[in-house]
């Protein structure tokens, strides 16, 4: 968990980049003592803003360190607000040690913790809290999509569109208590709140609009779930060790080869997807083979999308428990003598990799049509729908009961309003900010 303990007029210092021997390194440093340690490190050079600059960085004894380019950003226009430097000094670990422990003997300076520098930013201003989370789920992200959703929110593009719901909600707030300020004037009262039911509904249309498009974007965080299924010994073992690329699962022409499930993370024209081999479906008395189908039917009941694989000589269709949409695949086509037309199927051979290329076509066709909605103006964590859900059900309130009193209208709405400065961050959410702060990288 994030600590706060530490001051914030300490200065800050961490390396930014991976760990290890590496061609480059950066170290960032945040804080009110970074001209005394440009003068400690680089006393003969003049660092402009903004502006690299090859310095020779120089320890406590004055021996040097490295050469390197260095980079000063003035308060506040740098990353965390405050002034920032960065050196750009070569990767080999014995020089970053030596920099670190140069930067280390500055008083006041101190390593600093797991997304300090982004908690900094968000201190003074320069990223609410919305670009926060878009920020660590640029970290998380592991697929094109996934990225592209988070550089969204990141990019502060959900924070205009959360703002101007909010906006709104200000202002109708504002008409509600000028109408109570003026309520000894008579026949003002439906006009104006007939004007301020106008802008309740432009706002609660912004956050309904989101909330549709948050279940897209939780999806799209823990990927898509495909099932491959079948009769035993159609190929679903041979499908999975080639959509890996690797051999995972074991082959056999023994009926009843898998008995549990393997599971295998894969990208899909930049959508994250799981592929899951199952059991082979079938009737039996083994109970070992009977509990490997019955958690098939389970795991497809859960799936996404199911692959129903069959061969020439198990035609039959796939169970009505899994209730999920099917792509029935006809497998092993190099090995048939002819292709029996089957509606919808797709034929494939995972052995010699024949139509599975068309396979993949039919499943990143899915994906995008899964995935659709999933912009910038999705809510991207639980925290952020949580807080719209409770200003859409105060300005539900308003709008289902359109007699009730003035004050109990600016009520709802000043809590609406409130609800929503939640997401970014500008009311109540100190409670938060440790969990959220502690899944960045140290110097991120």
Same mark, same amino acid.
């Given at each position: 968990m994030f600590s706060?303990?530490?001051?914030?007029?300490?200065?800050?210092?961490?390396?930014?980049?991976?760990?290890?021997?590496?061609?480059?390194?950066?170290?960032?440093?945040s804080?009110?003592?970074?001209?005394?340690?440009?003068?400690?490190?680089?006393?003969?050079?003049?660092?402009?803003?903004?502006?690299?600059t090859?310095?020779?960085?120089?320890?406590?004894?004055?021996?040097?360190i490295?050469?390197?380019?260095?980079?000063?950003?003035?308060?506040?226009?740098?990353?965390?607000g405050?002034d920032?430097?960065?050196f750009?000094?070569?990767?080999?670990?014995?020089i970053?040690?030596?920099?670190?422990?140069?930067?280390?003997?500055?008083?006041?300076?101190?390593?600093?913790?797991?997304?300090?520098?982004?908690?900094?930013?968000?201190?003074?201003?320069?990223?609410?809290?919305?670009?926060v989370?878009?920020?660590?789920?640029?970290?998380?992200?592991e697929?094109?999509?996934?990225?592209?959703?988070?550089?969204?929110?990141?990019?502060?593009?959900?924070?205009?569109?959360?703002?101007?719901?909010?906006?709104?909600?200000?202002?109708?707030?504002?008409?509600?208590?000028?109408?109570?300020?003026?309520?000894?004037i008579?026949?003002?009262?439906d006009?104006?709140?007939?004007?301020?039911?106008?802008?309740?509904?432009?706002?609660?249309?912004i956050?309904?609009e989101?909330?549709?498009?948050?279940?897209?974007?939780?999806?799209?965080?823990?990927?898509?779930?495909?099932v491959?299924?079948g009769?035993?010994?159609?190929?679903?073992?041979?499908?999975?060790?080639y959509?890996?690329?690797?051999?995972?699962?074991?082959?056999?022409?023994i009926?009843?080869?898998?008995?549990?499930?393997?599971?295998?993370?894969?990208?899909?024209?930049?959508?994250?997807?799981?592929f899951?081999?199952?059991?082979?479906?079938?009737?039996?008395?083994?109970?070992?083979?009977?509990?490997g189908?019955s958690?098939?039917?389970i795991?497809?009941?859960?799936a996404?999308?199911?692959?129903?694989?069959?061969?020439?000589?198990?035609?039959?269709?796939?169970p009505?428990?899994?209730?999920?949409?099917?792509?029935?695949?006809?497998?092993?086509?190099?090995?048939?003598?002819?292709?029996?037309?089957?509606?919808?199927?797709?034929?494939?051979? =995972?052995?010699?990799? !024949? /139509?599975?290329?068309?396979?993949?076509a039919?499943?990143? #066709?899915?994906?995008? @049509?899964? &995935? +659709?909605?999933?912009?910038?103006?999705?809510?991207?964590?639980?925290?952020?729908?949580?807080?719209?859900?409770?200003?859409?059900?105060?300005?539900?309130?308003?709008?289902?009961?359109?007699?009730?009193?003035?004050?109990?209208v600016?009520?709802?709405?000043?809590? =609406?309003a409130?609800? !929503? /400065?939640r997401?970014?961050?500008?009311?109540?959410?100190? #409670?938060?900010?440790? @969990?959220? &702060? +502690?899944?960045?990288?140290?110097?991120?």
């Amino acid at each position: 968990m994030f600590s706060i303990a530490n001051s914030t007029s300490d200065t800050i210092y961490a390396v930014s980049t991976g760990f290890g021997r590496s061609a480059v390194a950066i170290i960032r440093v945040s804080g009110p003592r970074c001209s005394t340690i440009l003068e400690r490190l680089c006393s003969s050079a003049t660092l402009r803003d903004r502006e690299a600059t090859l310095v020779t960085l120089r320890d406590g004894d004055r021996n040097a360190i490295d050469r390197a380019l260095a980079i000063r950003f003035l308060a506040p226009r740098s990353y965390t607000g405050e002034d920032m430097l960065e050196f750009q000094v070569t990767g080999g670990r014995a020089i970053v040690s030596a920099v670190l422990r140069a930067i280390a003997r500055i008083p006041e300076a101190r390593p600093a913790e797991a997304g300090e520098f982004a908690r900094r930013a968000f201190t003074n201003g320069k990223l609410d809290l919305v670009e926060v989370e878009g920020l660590a789920s640029v970290l998380d992200a592991e697929t094109e999509a996934q990225l592209r959703h988070a550089t969204a929110m990141a990019s502060g593009a959900l924070s205009r569109r959360v703002e101007g719901a909010r906006a709104l909600l200000l202002r109708a707030t504002s008409d509600v208590e000028s109408l109570l300020d003026f309520s000894d004037i008579e026949d003002t009262s439906d006009v104006s709140l007939n004007a301020v039911f106008a802008t309740v509904e432009k706002a609660k249309a912004i956050l309904s609009e989101m909330l549709q498009h948050s279940a897209v974007s939780e999806r799209l965080r823990e990927g898509m779930t495909i099932v491959i299924a079948g009769p035993p010994n159609v190929g679903k073992s041979t499908l999975l060790n080639y959509l890996a690329n690797r051999d995972v699962a074991i082959v056999s022409p023994i009926s009843g080869t898998t008995r549990d499930s393997l599971e295998v993370a894969a990208e899909i024209e930049g959508y994250p997807v799981s592929f899951i081999d199952t059991a082979g479906i079938r009737d039996t008395v083994d109970p070992i083979e009977a509990q490997g189908v019955s958690r098939s039917l389970i795991r497809g009941a859960n799936a996404d999308l199911i692959l129903w694989l069959f061969d020439e000589e198990a035609l039959q269709p796939a169970p009505s428990e899994f209730g999920k949409p099917v792509q029935k695949v006809r497998t092993k086509i190099d090995m048939a003598a002819g292709v029996p037309s089957v509606s919808g199927a797709i034929g494939i051979s =995972a052995k010699t990799g !024949i /139509g599975v290329d068309l396979l993949v076509a039919k499943i990143a #066709e899915f994906a995008r @049509e899964h &995935f +659709s909605g999933a912009g910038n103006l999705a809510l991207g964590t639980e925290r952020q729908r949580s807080a719209a859900l409770d200003a859409t059900s105060g300005l539900d309130r308003i709008l289902s009961e359109r007699h009730m009193p003035a004050e109990m209208v600016a009520e709802e709405l000043r809590l =609406a309003a409130n609800a !929503i /400065g939640r997401v970014t961050g500008r009311i109540g959410v100190e #409670e938060v900010l440790g @969990e959220i &702060f +502690s899944r960045f990288c140290i110097g991120k």
